[in-house]
Each structure stands twice: as C-alpha cells, then as structure tokens.
C-alpha cells in the first residue's frame, strides 16, 4: 500500500510517499480502508520530533474515518463493511491501518466520511472541554484560545450550546471575524501579547470564569490574569511551546492583583477523557449527531491527495487555516 513516511525528524519535506507492505490484522483487530484522513497540529510535532521525540521510521497521523475490510480471529462486535471512525496512535497516512476494534466509533450512514474525519479528533476535544473539564453553563464567561482554529471553532459553538458567554482571542482581524461568525460574543486581537486588561473590560473587571489554552508559553501569564477568583486555566496544548516552571503559590490571592487570586490549573488529555468505551461512544456520538443536526458547523479547508500531506503542512503551520484539512488516500 501507499503510505507516508518520515524517515529523519525536519520540516514538511522529510514527509516521503512510499509503497510498504499491505498490513494484515492479527487476532483481536481489525482493518480499516481509509476514505479520509485528519490533518492535525500533533502531526506536525511528531513529524519535526518536538517537544518530544519519538520512534523512527514514523507513519504519521492519528484521525483517520473509512470502512472495515477484514477481522482478525476473534472479533465479533465489528463486520467488514462497517463505517467507522478512529483516534490512535501515529501510523494513519496511509491507504490501511490494522487497528483494535475498541478504538473504532461508529459513523452514521448519512454522515459523510470526510466530515467524520473533519470532526472527530477536534470534536472530541471540544468535548470534553466544555463538557467535563469545566462544565460550562448558562452566564459562564469563557476565554477561548485560538478561536478562529480547529478545536476553537467547535469549542465556541458547543459553549453556546450550552449558555456560556465566549469572549475568543486571535490573531488577526479576519480571523476575528471567523469567529464572530461561530457564534463568540467578543473577538479580541492581542496588542503585543497583552489581553486581560480587555478581557477585564469586558467583564466589568470581574475576570472570566475559565480559559481554555492551547497556545502555551506566548499566552499563559495573560490567562491567569483574565481569570475572576477561583477561575480554572485549562490547558490542551503548547502551540507556542511549553510553559516554563513556576511557583505553586503564585497561584494564590496574595500573590496576585486583587481580584485574581486562589485559581486552578489543569493539563487535559483526550485519553482521560474516554477511559471508557461508554464515554468514547457517548462524546463521539454526540459530535456526529450534532454535526448531522447543524448545531455544530465543521469546515473542511481542504482536501489533498495523501502524496501532497506535505503541503497540507505547510498550509497548516503557516496559521492561516481556520478549517480542517484532509488527506485523501
């Protein structure tokens, strides 16, 4: 089959379409003929060997939708012909993967395949954000992150859902306008870095009561300081690269302007947040029922050909992208 390989970490050009064996699914899995494969900023990291190395050769990716084509001895709750979805580890450009049956969700059949792709890994994450992390709800004020972003879009719209007020911080006018359009209620373009004084303006100085950051060291002393009292920073991801150590206690109310002080902080993992099969069914299927039911608007920038997976990177890490993109095998 054709695949995608890295065979030395860099940039988009150690990305190397190669022919390796058709794999065969073993006792307990399955495998899966990909239609459809997610594009993600992880991949990128993967690809360059940052912040944390691993295993070379690489196959990259991790979201792909398409339709089992063979069981391994022993599988029973799945047949060659089902239409799934899956989040797993590296190994997704390609036309096959061998995968275990348990990570495979189910893609309803008037659900297209590219959209399964387009919202599964973004609308997990989103998920579990809004839903669990903090569980947002009606008078809620939240900071979203890189708004105008795959995970931001869907985060904004399912934080409507739910009630909460959205003031979103990006990077650029137009994409403050993307985002104006997802449903946020404030868009705020950062001068020199600097938000939370905006922020506090449009809280009457009370602060909001959680930010969802997933830009990392460029943003992290600002969200604590748009946070009210007792606010929640709940991290994702570290776009701008990893937040540098810091005191504990400068957490705490004497440690801060007033207004701002006795906050939480916590680093999220999609994995933690489907430790179940129950709950990965359950925040699955309530991304793709609500992509099916208009509630939540994926966009799909574009589509490449899996041999052309190095420019759909450097399309994406050039952050003007405010859709999903997608390799077509």
Known sequence: MRAIRVDEFG????????????????????????????????????????????????????????????????????????????LGMPGVYAEYAVM???WLVPVPDALDLSFAAASLQHGLTAHYLSHSAYPLGPGDVALVHAAAGGVGRLLVQFAKRKGAVVIAVVSTEAKARVTLGDGADHAVVPVGGAFSRRVRALTDGRGVDVV?????????????????PRGYLVAYGQASGPVPPFEIVNLAGFNRPPG?????????????????????????????????????????????????AARAHEQLEGRGVTGKLLLVP
């Open 260 to 308: 701002n002080g006795s906050l939480y902080i916590t680093w999220t993992a999609s994995s933690d947040y489907t430790q179940t099969r129950e709950e990965l069914l359950w925040r699955s299927g309530d991304v793709f029922a609500s992509v099916l039911d208009g509630t939540l608007r994926v966009e799909i920038a574009g589509t490449f050909p899996l041999e052309e």
């Open 100 to 102: 275990a049956p348990e």
């Open 212 to 228: 969802y950051d997933s830009v990392g060291r460029a943003t992290f002393d600002e969200s604590l300081s748009s946070l009210r």
């Open 11 to 86: 940039g988009p050009h150690v990305l190397r379409l190669v022919d390796v064996p058709d794999p065969m699914p073993g006792s307990g899995q399955v495998l899966v003929r990909h239609r459809a494969v997610g594009v993600n900023f992880v991949d990128t990291q993967h690809r360059a060997g940052t912040p944390f190395p691993i295993g070379l050769p690489l196959i990259p990716g991790i979201e792909a939708a398409g339709e089992v084509v063979a069981l391994g001895e022993g599988v029973s709750d799945v047949a060659v012909g089902d239409r799934v979805a899956y």
